[in-house]
């Protein structure tokens, strides 16, 4: 696993530092991300038709700036402040600036609140850049209002959009 891990940073070093702040895990923020996006290619990016790991990772980030959902999240008065929103909006507000309706996932948080925890937006294989309308989601457990939790250092520059972008 080491092994592996070095031979994918050296691929994608170049785009290290904007994959620091545009895809970092939350779940470890102690973490510089690594093993993170090891994680995120071997489940996601081999999945992708023609696109190595680098291309991968370097579409991801265009696709964060041409979708940005905390944008759209924050233009329609949602934003990751601790409090609750309708899961209805949420969705509605993302599908106005990706063009498709996303799937959210929730997790709980310490105090027992649902909160949302992935975002999906679903992507053509074909030219990895073509958001489409997701052929099947993954099973959500959020209820009609959950909790958007505050994250990272500073919210404005953070811009996650497909699975994995941000795990809390």
């Known amino acids: 696993m080491i092994m592996a891990v070095f031979i994918y940073i050296v691929q ?3 785009l290290e530092e904007e994959l620091n702040r545009y895809w970092g895990s939350l779940s470890c923020p102690s973490s510089d991300g690594q093993e993170f996006w090891g994680h995120e290619w071997e489940k996601h990016g081999t999945c992708s038709l023609n ?7 370097e579409k991801a980030l265009s696709l964060r700036q041409n979708i940005d959902i905390l944008g759209a999240l924050k233009a329609a ?10 899961l209805s909006d949420m969705k509605e507000a993302i599908k106005q600036s990706s063009g498709q309706l996303p799937g959210i996932d929730c997790n709980r ?8 925890y992935q975002v999906y937006v ?4 074909s030219d990895a850049s073509t958001v489409i309308e997701c052929p ?33």
């Open 12 to 14: 994608i070093s170049d």
């Open 51 to 57: 696109l190595d790991e680098h291309s991968y990772f």
């Open 77 to 86: 008065g949602i934003k990751p402040d601790g409090r609750e929103y309708s």
């Open 109 to 116: 948080s310490a105090e027992g609140e649902h909160q949302v």
């Open 122 to 125: 679903c992507v053509d294989k």
């Open 136 to 168: 099947i989601y993954p099973h959500s457990n959020c209820p009609s209002m959950v909790v958007f939790p505050p994250f990272g250092d500073n919210q404005d520059d953070r811009g996650g959009y497909t699975e994995g972008m941000y795990e809390l």
